[in-house]
């Protein structure tokens, strides 16, 4: 069965310093990653996602994320934090042979010191 | 503007009395799928359909049901809401033919008493 574990519930940083989020998954086959972004009181909104190619995919907002299959990670980072990055951040992993079933993490709060 | 839709935002309502959350996308795809949103849990997926008529369980359908009569609409039923189904509700829909990417509406928040 796939899953996804979001080591860390929260995280604080300070506004202008880099953020780096964990994200691990188990799935058999090649992984299809997602990151999410839910501002409070919002949707989900797609940052990025990997499919297959380079490891390291770039997506909105100044957000990057690095696929290594050795260590079934999928971590997201970020070099320089704004304020409005303030959110909750979900992992998730599609399993095709799974009627596309989309298996999130607990999520990541982040909180921005000024 | 593509989108999914969903209706209410809001509910309250009492235990037992039967509501139905709507939802809707503009996108022609063909996959929808419903999620249940609880603290330090992510989101848990209800029930998924990959086209018309075609529905199967997610990881915790119980006390839910879903139909599929038309591909822009995936309504969420409760026949008998209880209060463990206070939650924050999400509806998604892909097209595997273009992407994986899911859509996601903008959420309904129910609370059961």
């Known amino acids: 069965a796939q899953s996804v574990t979001q080591p860390d519930i929260h995280i604080t940083v300070s506004e202008g310093a880099s953020l780096e989020l964990r994200c691990n998954y188990s799935y058999g086959a090649t992984p299809y990653l997602f990151w999410y972004v839910q501002s409070p009181g919002q949707g989900l909104q797609l940052l990025l996602k990997?499919?297959?190619?380079?490891?390291l995919v770039q997506g909105i907002k100044g957000f990057e994320a690095e696929f290594k299959r050795s260590q079934s990670s999928f971590n997201l980072r970020k070099p320089s934090v704004h304020w409005s990055d303030a959110a909750e951040y979900f992992c998730?992993?599609?399993?095709?042979?799974?009627?596309?079933?989309?298996?999130f993490g607990g999520g990541t709060r982040v909180l921005v010191k000024p | 503007e593509a989108q999914v839709t969903q209706n209410p935002r809001y509910l309250i309502t009492v235990t037992g009395k039967k509501l139905t959350v709507t939802c809707s996308q503009n996108?022609?795809?063909?996959?929808m799928s419903w999620y249940r949103q609880d603290p330090g849990l992510g989101l848990r997926q209800i029930y998924y359909s990959m086209n018309v008529e075609v529905t199967d369980k997610g990881d915790v359908p119980e006390g839910y049901k879903v139909s599929r009569k038309e591909k822009r609409n995936f309504p969420l039923i409760l026949e008998s809401p209880s209060p463990n189904q206070t939650s924050l509700y999400f509806c998604?829909?892909?097209?595997?033919?273009?992407?994986?990417?899911?859509?996601f509406g903008p959420g309904t928040r129910l609370t059961v008493t």
């Open positions: 998730a992993v599609l399993g095709k042979a799974a009627g596309n079933k989309l298996t």
């Open positions: 998604a829909s892909s097209s595997w033919r273009e992407s994986y990417e899911q859509y």
């Open positions: 990997y499919f297959s190619g380079d490891t």
């Open positions: 996108m022609n795809h063909e996959y």
